[in-house]
C-alpha cells in the first residue's frame, strides 16, 4: 500500500530556508534511449545481483546470526549491516516505479530479518550483536556503528515513502532512540568516525516531524573536532565543523559530513554553518574536482589533495561522486543556484556511471583518468560500500528530475520522462519531456495543466551548452529570463503548450586551471554532458600514449548505436609521435630538453565516453591528451 | 682490533662472475667541501640521535625484555629490531673512518644487548621472544622475522669487517642456522614478505666462505611466487622470482630482492637469474625511475607504478632510493658498466639526500616532486626504517668511491678524497682527488704508487657532463678509450703523476618520456648530478606554481655559501601569469581552452637543489616547471 504522503528523495517541502522543494519521484516516469534501460538494468539485473552478493557474502545472514537463528560466524567488515540496508534503500526507490509483487516480497523477508537482529534496547549492529555485546559504543573512531544506523535510517525513509510501510522505520526510530539515550544532545558529545547517520538523521526529522532527530544531527556535527574522535583529517575530524574551511580527509566521510551540514542549514538557516558549507563548496568546486565530476584525488586515504591536485591517476572513489551529488543537490535546494545542478549532471554521467559496467553487474572502487589497462570492474568488494551505492542513486534518480518552488516547476535534468507534478496551489501539470540527450540538445516539453495556470517553468542552461538556447513554444519564440543558470519562462501556460529547445553540444576541448600542473598543455575532450576518452581497443596500429592533439581539432561526432550500448564517438586527425623513444630505441626516461617533440604522422583518433570504458578489450586509456 | 682482512661494502673480492672488486672502505678518507661535512654529520649528530630514538622508542630495551633483564611491554612494531641492527651497521662503518673509543663502547653494549636476546635455539627477534614464542614463523607473510636477521647480519658483517669482533657475527651465524634448520634448502620451502634477508646471506657466504649461506639463500629466492607468501604483487610474490619480467609492487622488497639476486649472479653466474635481473633493470632504469633516482611512484602499497607513471606526487620512499643504489651497485660490480654508475650518483645525490635534513637530525620517508607545504621532515617515524638507512649509508660510501679489478683502478664517485688502494698484484696506490663537485667540474686526481706500475685509470664521464673531458696528466693530453661511460687511462704511473681533467657542468633542462603524460611540456632543471626545484620561499611575490619557462632559459649558476650550507644556485629570467585566474577571479578548475594560456610577465626565478628542500620556512616546491 503506497503511502498517501509524497515520496521525495530529500524532503525540503517544509524546511523553512529551502528555495526549491523536491518532487513525488512515484510521479515521474523515466523515458528516454540513455536512461530508461539503464534503470530498467538497475531493477532487473543490478538489484537481484546485489541482493545475491548480500547473500553469498554472509551480510543478510548476519541479521538471522544477530537473531540467534543462525550460529556460524560473523561474515564480513563491521559495516557489512550498511551492504544490506543501501539494497533496501535501492529496491524500496525502485518500488515508487511500479508494482513488483516480488521485489515487495523480497523486501519484505529481508525487512523482517533486519528487525528481529534488533536488540531490546534499540541497538543494531550485527557485528556486535552475538559475542561483542561489551564492545558496543567502544571505539567510535574505527567501527562504524553511527553510520550503519544513518544507512537504516535512509533504507527505512525510503521504504515508508514508497511503500507506506512503518516496520523497517520503526526500527530506525528504535536504533537512534538508542543513540539518543547513548548520547543525549547537550549532555554526551558523540559522533561517528564515518558519517552518515548525520543526513539521514535530518531526514527522519522531515519523515516524522520529531524535531529531536534534528538536533541530534546537529548536535553530531558539532561533536566533530572536538575530542570525540581522533583528531584526524582522515576522519575530518582536524577541527569543529564551523571552523573547517578546506575540504580535506577522506572523501566520502567529508562530503557526507557536508551534506548533513547543507541539511541542517536548510532546516535552521544557522548562519554560521551556511558561511561553513558555502567556503567548502568553493573549495571542492575549484579546487579539487576531476572534469568527470570525481572528487578525491589521493589513493592514501582515500582522500583530497591539495589544491588542483588532480592527476590522471585520481582515486575518484565512486562513492565520493555519489557523495558529491548528494551535497550538491542540497545547496541547489538551498540555494536554486545552476552551479550545483551543473555538478550534479557532470559527476552523475561520468564520475558516477563510470562505476558501473554497461552490463549493470560490475563495478569500479576508484575512478582513475587514465590506465595501463589493468584496472578492470569487479562483482563485488570486501568493502562493498560502491555497489549498493550506485544502485540506491539510479533508483532514485527520478527524485532529481524536478524541484518545485512557489513560482513554479524546475527541470534540473534534462533526462527524457513524463512526470505528474503539482504547483504550489495543489494544480496538476503533466510534464513529458522527449530529448535525445546526452547526445543531441533538441529539447521538447509538454506542459499540461489540468487548467491552464500562471506559473515559471524555469529550464537549466548547462554550463556545456555555452550559449543561451532560444526557446519556443508552439513555434513562436519567447523571451525568457536568464537567472542564475536557468531560463525562466513565466506565463499562463495551457494544456499541450510545448516548449522547444535546441542547446548547443559543441565539442569542447577542456584544460585545467594553470596551477594544476600535472595535465599541463593537455585537454580534456567533452560534448554536452559526457567527457570522452581514448581506448587502446579504438587504435590497434597506435599507442595511445603517442597520440597529440595539433589543438584546433575538427571533431566529427558519430552515432554508433552498435557500439558501446548506443554512444556518440568524436573522431578526428591528430598527429602520433613516430619514434617515441627517439631513434636510439628504448632510453632512460629523462632526456636532454631540446625544443618540444613534435608529432607529426597523421592519425585518425576516436574518443568514446569515459563511462563506458573498460567494457572491452582491456588496455590503456586516457581522458587528458598532450597538445602537439 | 681492526681486523686484517680487507673490510669492503659488499665483498666481490673472490666472487667468480664479478667484474669489479672492492676496495677496504677504511683506507679511503672523504676530503670534499660537499660529502666531508655530511659524513662528520652522520657520524657527530644522526647517529647520536639514532641511539636515543633506539632508547627513547624502546627497540633497545625490547632485546633487555627478551633476555629476561626488563619486565615492560613489547615496543614498537615486529620490526623494531631492525632500527637497533641498521644503527649497528652504521656505526661500524663509521668506525672504519677512525677511532671513538664512545662509539666502539657504546657499540659493544648494544651488541651484548642483542647477544643476550638471543634464544638458546638460535632464534632471534624480541617481538617472539617472550610471550609470543608460540607464534615463531607462523605469518611469513606479514612477520618480518627474516628480514629483521637479514639487518642483523649485515651489521654482523660491517661490525666484523671494521673491527675484528666476532660476537655479533656469532650471533648472526647461530641465527641464520636456526633458519637454515627450519627452511632447509630443497626441504623445507621458506622465504620472508620483506626480502633483506638474501642479499645478506650472500654476503655472509662472502665473509666466512660457508657455501650453505649462498644456497640459502638462492633456496629463499626460489621460495619466492611459490605458495610460501601469499601470492601477491605487494609482497613481489606474485609469481617464481626467475619468471618476473617487470619491476612491480612494494618498490623497497622488490629491490631488495633484486640486489639478492645480482648477488647470486655475481657468485654463481646463473644465467636465468642473470636475465632475470638484466630485464627487471631494463624495467626499472627506462620506465620507473623519477629524474631525482627516486622509486616507488605510487602512494598505495609503497609500490612502483606502470611504466612512465612518473607523478609530482610520487612515493619515492627514501629507503626505494637506497635499496636502488643497493641494486645498481651489485650491477655495476657484475659489469662496470656506467650506466649503473650514473643510476648511483643520480639517487645518492637527489633521491637519498633529500631524505635528510641539512642539521643531519630530521628524515623524509617520501620525497615527492612538487608539494603544497605541508610534506616536512620528522625526527623519527612510527615505522623507522628510513631513517637509519640513510645513515648506514653515508657511512659506507666511502667504500662506494673505487673499485678495483685486474686492468686497474676505477674512481666511481667524483667524490674529494685520499684514498690507499691496492692493484691486483698487491702495489700500494694513493689516490688523492680533488675536486669542488657536485658544484663545478674540475678535476684533479694525484696518482702515487709506491712504485712505478702500469695499470689503468678508470675515469667516469657521467651522463650529465655530456661530452667527454680532455684529460691531462703534467699538463699534456693524454688519449684515452672510452668504454661504457669509463675513459680509461693505461700507463705506468710514476709517484705524484697528476690527472687532470673539467667535467662539463651544463644547466641541462630535462624532460621525460614522451610517454610520460604527467609532466607533458613541463621540465626539470638539473646541472652536474643535481636536480633542482623552486622553492617558494625565493620567490615571495610569484606563486610557483605560475611561473612559466620560455624554453632556452640561460640559468645562470651562482655559488652561495651563505645559503642552505653552500649550494649553487640557478637563476634565470622567466615569465610569470599574470591573472592565473582569468579576469573573472577564482573559476572552476575546468576550461573551455582556447589557445595556450601564455604568461607574458617577466619575473627572476632562482631554483635550489632539490635535496635541499623544506630546510626553510614551508611553502610549495617543484621540481618539474611548465613550459610556456
Partial sequence: MPSERPSPVVDTSASPHARLRPIDLRTVEVTDAFWRPRLRRNREVTLPAQYEQCETTGALRNFER????????????????????????????TLAGGDSPELVARLDSVIKRVAAAQSG????????????????????????????????????????????????LDVALRACAHIFERFTPDRVPGTCGHPCLEMALVELYRATGERRWLTLATWQLDSRGRGVLDGSEYLVDHAPVRRQTEVTGHAVRALYLYAAVADVVLETGDEDLRRTVDALWHDL?????????GV????????????????????????????????????????????????????????????????????????????????????????????????RLLASLPG???????????????????????????????????TDLPWEGAVSVTVTPEQPAEFTLFLPVPAWAEERPVIRIGGEIVEADHRDGYLAV????????????????PVRPLVTHPRAAQTHHRVAVTRGPIVYCLEQVDHPDTPVADIRLTGAEDWRPARRTDLLGDVTTLTTSARVLSEPDGPEGAGPPHRRWSGAATATTDVTVTAVPYFAWANREPGPMRVFLPLN
Fill in 490 to 505: 513565466r506565463r499562463t501556460w495551457a494544456p499541450g503548450d510545448t516548449v522547444e529547445l535546441t542547446l548547443a553540444t
Fill in 285 to 293: 568546486s575549484r579546487h579539487k574536482t576531476s572534469v568527470t565530476g
Fill in 66 to 93: 544477530a537473531a540467534d537463528l543462525d550460529d556460524g560466524p560473523f561474515n564480513g567488515r563491521y559495516y557489512s549491516d550498511s551492504d544490506v540496508y543501501k539494497w533496501i534503500e535501492a529496491a524500496s526507490w
Fill in 121 to 168: 534496547d534499540g541497538y543494531l549492529n550485527t557485528y556486535f550483536s552475538v559475542d561483542r555485546a561489551g564492545e558496543r559504543w567502544t571505539d567510535l573512531v574505527v567501527r562504524h556503528e553511527m553510520y550503519c544506523v544513518g544507512h537504516l535510517v535512509q533504507a527505512a525513509v525510503a521504504h515508508h515513502r514508497t511503500t507506506g510501510g512503518r516496520e523497517l
Fill in 400 to 434: 532529481y528530475l524536478y524541484t518545485a518552488s512557489d513560482e513554479g516547476l524546475w527541470i534540473q535534468l534534462y533526462i527524457g520522462n513524463r512526470a505528474d507534478l503539482r504547483l504550489a496551489d495543489g494544480t496538476a501539470v503533466r510534464l513529458e519531456l522527449a
Fill in 296 to 391: 578525491g584525488a589521493r589513493w592514501d586515504g582515500e582522500s583530497f589533495g591539495d589544491a588542483y591536485e588532480l592527476p590522471d591517476r585520481a582515486y575518484n572513489e565512486t562513492c565520493a561522486a555519489i557523495a558529491h551529488i548528494l551535497l550538491a543537490w542540497r545547496l541547489l535546494l538551498l540555494t536554486g543556484a545552476g552551479e550545483y545542478r551543473d555538478a550534479i549532471e557532470t559527476a552523475l554521467h561520468n564520475g558516477v556511471l563510470c562505476g558501473l559496467s554497461l552490463d549493470g553487474t560490475e563495478f569500479f572502487y576508484q575512478n582513475p583518468l587514465a590506465d595501463a589497462g589493468r584496472h578492470r570492474r569487479q562483482e563485488w568488494f570486501s568493502c562493498a560500500c560502491c555497489p549498493p551505492n550506485i544502485a
